[in-house]
Every structure is written in structure tokens, then in C-alpha cells.
């Protein structure tokens, strides 16, 4: 299972000199205690998560607090993705088979009773608009954009 660890970051710079690479720490630079960082279950980082908390803590975009309460939600989303086995990077070319989209799915489905109520408006209303109406055009675009949520939440859902 995925966790966060809180690191002690001490920045470096890299230089090559002659095909040699060396690091050497940058005393001008802020060193941050306790950066928040994602590691997958086999201990490797997530990369691209973690880049992305340092940066906004170095670069002074979100407080260490707001990036360690960011890298939680990502947490989730990490262990979402380990426990059936997807790959963040990947996008099918169904948009149903999206890991991020099957992840909403799974708060989404909590909305089902406010999409019945807003189905059963629509229905309403379609009734009595005129064929051809903005109104009408509106309400069926409306009514295409809740059978295509039932249609996602459906597929996520009966795996």
C-alpha cells in the first residue's frame, strides 16, 4: 500500500564536468523539514507527485501544511490506483476506462439520488418545451450529459 513519508530535504545542484556527474548542497537554498513524499508499495517514489509538492514548497507557491494536506488526497488516489492495478499515466481511448474517471465513479456514485431528481426535472420540463426551442436544446443536451454520467457510473460500477 502506498504511504506519504515526510522527508528532510537539503537542496543540491547537479554539474558535469568530463562525463562526471557530482552533487554538491546549495547553501542558499531553504532547507525544508519534514517535505511530504509518496512511495508506492514497492518503495519506489512517485516522481512526478513528489517533484510537484517540492516545487510549490520551494518556489513558496502553498505553505508545507497545504502541500502535506495535498499529498494526502494524492495518497488515496495512489492507493485507488494500486488496489486495482492502474497506471496514472495511462488513458484509454474509452474515457470510461480512465483511472481518474473510474476514481471520481466512486464519490460520483453518492450522487445518484440528486441525478434521479434532476432526470425527472428534465423529463418534466422536455414536456412541455417547444420542439425546436433553445429551451428544448438546452434541456436535451442537459439529458445527454446525465445519461452519459449513468453510462460511466454504470461501467465503473459493475466491475
Excluded at 144 to 159: H, K, L, P, Q, T
Aim: net charge negative; charged share 25%.
Amino acid at each position: 500500500m502506498p504511504t506519504v513519508e515526510h522527508i528532510h530535504f537539503s537542496p543540491h545542484d547537479l554539474s558535469v564536468k568530463d562525463r562526471l556527474i557530482t552533487y554538491s548542497l546549495n547553501s542558499s537554498r531553504v532547507v525544508i523539514e519534514g517535505l511530504p513524499q509518496i512511495f508506492w508499495e514497492d518503495g519506489l517514489p512517485w516522481r512526478e507527485a513528489n517533484l510537484w509538492a517540492m516545487e510549490r514548497v520551494t518556489n513558496g507557491e502553498a505553505l508545507l501544511k497545504t502541500v502535506s494536506s495535498n499529498l494526502n488526497g494524492l495518497l488515496n488516489y495512489a492507493k485507488f490506483l494500486e488496489s486495482r492495478g492502474l497506471q496514472w499515466f495511462e488513458f484509454p481511448s474509452r474515457k470510461a476506462d480512465r483511472c481518474l474517471v473510474q476514481y471520481r465513479v466512486l464519490y460520483d456514485s453518492e450522487r445518484l439520488g440528486t441525478v434521479d431528481d434532476l432526470e425527472h426535472v428534465l423529463k418534466e420540463r422536455l414536456a412541455i418545451a417547444q420542439d425546436g426551442s433553445p429551451l428544448m436544446e438546452s434541456l436535451m443536451a442537459q439529458q445527454r450529459s446525465v445519461e452519459s454520467f449513468r453510462r460511466v457510473v454504470g461501467s465503473v460500477n459493475e466491475r
